[in-house]
């Protein structure tokens, strides 16, 4: 997103730092932030409400840095990014570094800062079960996840049942797709997701076997990661039909960042197979 809202050196005067005087006595501050918001509307409308007020957003940085106190800045970027993006809903994005003027390292210095990136992520995930009540583990994991303080605009498919694939000798599965936005990185994202999944009382054993609920990133953004905690786009996507199916109803021109192929060519693919 190209929009910007920009605030440069905002002044605030906070008690934050590792020396025990620094968060005593108090130092200033100076904070610069970029904030990534759709301004189309706004540029029309001339109204304010359909922009972000950057008054609104130097008076809830000034109040949040004084009410709160961190020993490093690194603490005090990732809070307040944080903060700032459950807060305005319209700031998709933010860049944001905090200066500190007076650095006490006794040599001369303009500023020392720390400079973050934080902002909402686009995912798509798996969902599935095979075990008890199928759709009520799906609807569990719906909800826990809609309750997420760090997940938000939650959004699931229709349900689809289908064979299982790999170990064929079990249940037949339950399947959807969720789309959702976080702020959770990746990894972040996959810890929640065991949590919930463990919560729902899944039992990790046997591979491809049954499971009581199995909650898979198909997508984050366009990241491409292989390691192994985790493999984004989820790998072999392409050949699972209970995967692009669902999917398809959500995003089916969202086009696979390594593939090159949007999901709906990928179903129509897989079905044509089966013709």
């Known amino acids: 997103m190209a929009d910007q809202i920009r605030i440069?050196?905002?002044?605030?005067?906070?008690?934050?730092g590792v020396f025990p005087e620094e968060a005593k006595l108090g130092q200033k501050f100076?904070?610069?932030?970029?904030?990534y918001t759709d301004l189309r509307e706004a540029g029309f409308s001339d109204h304010i409400r359909a922009s972000v007020d950057y008054g609104?957003?130097?008076h809830f940085i000034t109040e949040f840095m004084k009410e709160n106190t961190f020993q490093l800045l690194e603490s005090v970027a990732e809070h307040l990014a944080e903060a700032i993006l459950l807060e305005i809903?319209?700031?998709e994005k933010?860049?944001?570094?905090?200066?500190?003027?007076?650095?006490?390292?006794?040599?001369?210095?303009?500023?020392?800062?720390?400079r973050i990136s934080r902002g909402w992520h686009t995912v798509y995930l798996s969902a599935?079960?095979?075990l008890g009540d199928r759709e009520g583990y799906i609807r569990f994991?719906?909800?826990?996840?809609?309750?997420d303080r760090h997940v938000r605009d939650v959004q699931i498919s229709s349900l689809m049942e289908t064979e299982p694939y790999g170990n064929t000798d079990q249940p037949l599965f339950l399947n959807a797709a969720i789309g959702l936005r976080t702020l959770y990185t990746p990894y972040e994202l996959l810890e929640l997701l065991h949590q919930v999944e463990a919560d729902a009382g899944r039992k990790r054993g046997i591979h491809w076997g049954p499971r009581t609920l199995d909650l898979d990133i198909l997508f984050f953004?366009?990241?491409?990661?292989?390691?192994?905690?985790?493999?984004?786009?989820?790998?072999d996507m392409e050949n699972r039909l209970f995967v692009l199916k669902p999917l398809s109803e959500l995003c089916p021109g969202r086009v696979h960042p390594v593939l090159h192929k949007t999901v709906l060519q990928m179903l129509r693919r897989l079905e044509g197979k089966f013709l």
Request: proline content about 9%.
């Open 8 to 16: 440069q050196n905002l002044e605030v005067y906070a008690h934050h």
């Open 30 to 35: 100076l904070v610069d932030a970029v904030l």
């Open 56 to 58: 609104f957003v130097c």
């Open 89 to 91: 809903p319209k700031i």
């Open 94 to 114: 933010i860049d944001l570094e905090i200066k500190k003027p007076w650095a006490p390292i006794a040599l001369p210095l303009d500023t020392a800062s720390v």
């Open 128 to 130: 599935g079960s095979n």
């Open 141 to 147: 994991g719906l909800d826990a996840l809609r309750t």
């Open 221 to 235: 953004d366009e990241e491409i990661l292989e390691n192994k905690e985790l493999i984004v786009p989820h790998p």
